[in-house]
């Protein structure tokens, strides 16, 4: 098999440089911390049931369940009765106000999340719920009502009727993984996948502040893979996120998930391997790896493949579950850092049962691009979980990944981002499995807000709660 390798193996442990030469300035600025500022309650009954090992509550893939714009955070879920709930707060506040925006959830299926984003240019608050791999829903707010919290009362009659078409605009019979991202412009863009599962195209729409326009697909479901065990001929890219840099630039770390397990050891692991990188520096239009060579156009033949040169940040192959839709993130120099976790190579070449064998010996890991290259990480603490783990850089670029059950570890930028360290146990918040952070507060009051959803058995309903800790300021 030909290798599109960037990453090197003599990198692949714990002994990388410091990100930046300027180690002075660094130096200077102070290290990761975490302090608790506090607990809300979003709901006491929030609707509960486990599938995909997983809550429809907290997907860490959601994006965006939990966000902050203009001094007040907003949230997203589904109460008892499966009715689709969205709360707001100001900042600090210990009450949310909410509002139901008139849809049940169908099934009792994990991935049905609910995401959320805002359209800077005329002030709403967009939604997209209810799907994997069928149709979705879709609601949104009238105009200025995020501009104006404190002007514009929170009610229904704020929220227009669900619909099953963004304003007409149909996407896919097979539409799964909404992920809203604001342009620099203050556009709003919605990417997801079209598709199933091994055999999946990621696309994305555009919103300018008066209508939705179809921009179409940006990578292939074609093309072969050969792995020791065997060959595929369909699969999808998994993205672990797709953000802005403070420059404009649009990055996206992802894995690819094969079709034919015949790629695999043995059966019961996941079909996922490799960790790819790509970035477009024209909002979306355009993409390139990572030595700027154009792999890729959205809505045109030629898209991001799986035979493309140069994709590869970090091999592996199918036979130690690595996990999909993990997490990223940019520093404030704009270069790109992920989370990826999987079962790593002494504890064995072969996974069996993906969730027994990540829970018992899974690892997260910190991929970032530094001035010198591609440097990766191992994270000292257990995953005990098969779940996911989330990433975000703090104003000094210190990097915290949350794990499953609210655990916090975090690396000063200072090492290197190599001094990963537990900083929070996650003791008493009684956490099921992965949580949701608000990726937009940390920019804005340097507070880290995490959604977590207690445990509980069978579908009995569970409190949702957000709880915040301050970083460093």
Known sequence: MRRRTLLAGALLGTAA?????????????????????????LDSRAIYFVSYDGLVNNNSFQKNGLLTHEGHQYAAWYTADRGAVVGRRALGASTWETVRVGHFLRYDDSHNVISMGVSRTDGRLHLTMDSHSDGFTYVKSVAGLLDDPTGLSWTASRFGAPQSTLDGLALTPQFTYPQFVATPEGRLQLSYRAGVSGNGRNALAEYDGTRWTALGEWSASTGTYSSEHGSSTARNMYLHGIDYDRGGRLHSFFTWREQNGAVMCGGGGITNHDTGYVYSDDRGRTWRNDAGTVVGRTGGSDRVSVADAG?????????????????????????PHAIISYVPGRFGQCTTDYVADRTANGRAFHVRRTAGGWRKTEIPVPLNSSQRTKLVLDRYDNAYAVFPYGRVAAASAASGHTDWKLLYDGAGLNAFGEVVIDETRV??????????????????PSPLHVVDFRLPT
């Open 17 to 41: 440089a410091p990100a930046l030469a300027a180690g002075t300035a660094r130096a200077a600025a102070p290290g990761p911390s975490v302090t608790r500022a506090g607990s809300t309650t």
């Open 311 to 335: 994709l590869v940040v970090d091999p592996l192959n199918p036979d130690h579950s690595l996990m999909n839709q993990e997490s990223q993130s940019t520093d404030s120099a704009g270069r």
């Open 443 to 460: 920019a804005q009051d340097g507070v880290l807000s995490v959604m977590y959803q207690e445990k509980s058995t069978g579908t009995t």
